[in-house]
Every structure is written in structure tokens, then in C-alpha cells.
């Protein structure tokens, strides 16, 4: 299987080109490739196909098979990979996902994508959409138990389902310990993925993330984009500019157009190096 190894501020995937390659069994081939020791090494797998509604289509599978919904860095790599492969020779161009179609603005650079921004749609705060078990219809600020523990959390889906935790100091967290706790918690029925975060001031905010089937990831587009739009809900940051948001990987743009209930995501998109691996004991 030819493959190309790219990141979005260290959120990093496997992506194939399924205009030329089939891929069989992706839950069992992004588990293979995502193995930084007997694989590649990635948060998971991204499939790059053909769509009759776009100019192209993502399927996005974790690290533990689980195939995702969205995923925001892997979103900005996808369009790189289209214009810099050749699967389009525009600078505007749609991207089919399990969340439905997004829409991307490309910025060239020496004739290849260096920025992407992305129009990742409307954020659901809808407790029944996202989905959270709640007795109010929207979870802002709400506590919930966690290993013995109160947090006070705000929910909100980007495509995928986040829970937002602030906290005064967040580099020191284990998250290896909470992160799972708050991934399988009843109240999240299809799991949930955690963003922890320190207001930095009225536009910047820092966050770690836990990510349902991936654990701690160096950087989350949607969960970039659910911080920003929760961070505003709770009055911690100014919504009338964008909001920067610092993950470990480096800073994503987030703009939420209240106007418009649009959240547009910015940021860079990376390619490491093509390759080309052999998937025949996985029957292949």
C-alpha cells in the first residue's frame, strides 16, 4: 500500500490515495500502521476517495480502529494532499466527511498548500445531539463526577462529541489516568473526546486533549474549534475576533461567526514523506 505520512500541527494520520489504492479492512490497517514500533507510527488512518457530492472523501479511522466522524487537522491535510497530488488544481474546494461536506480555502505557497482554513459548520449544543445524557437541554458549565472528582464541563459536537474542562493549571495532569475516566463515562454514550483548558487571556486559551480512541494527541481540530465556541459560551474570551487556541502541536485560528453560526477553523498542514508499506499478512 503506497501511503503518505502528513500532520497538522502533530496531529498526525496515514493517508492513502484511494483514486489509485483499495484498502480492505481500514480498522485493521490503521491499528497496523498506527503502531509507532511494528508500523508507521500515526494517530491514525485517512482515506482520500472519490465523491459524487465533492471534490473528494475522507474516512477517518483511529489508532484503535475506531472509524471517527471529523477530524479538523486531518481535514486541512486532505485538502493538501488534493492540491498538492493533483487531485484538484483549485484553491476552493469541497471535502465529504461522515459530518457532511466541508467547505476550504487554500492559501499556495511555492506552489504547495502551507494554510488551510476550513468552514467546519455549525457547533451542536444540543445535550441530545451531541450526545450527552442531561436533564437540561444544553450543558454549559455543568458539574459532573468523575472518579470521586467534581468538574464543571460544557459540552458541545463539532462532528465528533467534546467535553471542556478549564482548569487553573493543566501541564501537569495525568492525563493518562482521567482521560479514559472521562472517555467512558455513562453520561457520553458513543464516548467523548476531553479538551482541558487554561484561559491565557481574552483571546487565548491553551488546551491538552483526550481523544476517544486515540488517548493524548499533540492537537484536535475540532476539539480546537468546541474550545473556542465554549470558551465564548462561558465568557472567558471575546467573541467578536478570532480566538487562538495553543495546543502542544502548535496554534490553530478559531473563528465563530455568530452571525452566521459558523466556526472556521486556520492552520497549517504538513507533509512528512511518501512510502509504501506491505500489508500482506493482514490479507491485503
Known sequence: ???TKMHGIGNDYVYVNCFQETVKNPSEVAKFVSDRHFGIGSDGLILIK???IADC???????DGSQGAMCGNGIRCVAKYAYDYGIVDKTSISVATRSGIKYLDLTIKDGK???VKVNMGSPILTASQIPVVAETEQVID???DVDGNTYHMTAVSMGNPHAIIYMDEIDNLDLEKIGPSFENHLVFPDRVNTEFVKVLDRHTVQMRVWERGSGETLACGTGACAVAVASILNGHVDG?????VKLLGGDLQIFWDQAENLVYMTGPAATVFDGEIDLAFLGE
Request: charged share 25%.
Open 113 to 115: 498548500v502551507s494554510m
Open 50 to 52: 472519490p465523491s459524487d
Open 240 to 244: 467578536d475576533k478570532p480566538v487562538t
Open 142 to 144: 455543568a458539574p459532573i
Open 1 to 3: 500500500m503506497k501511503f
Open 57 to 63: 472523501e475522507m474516512d477517518m479511522y483511529n489508532l
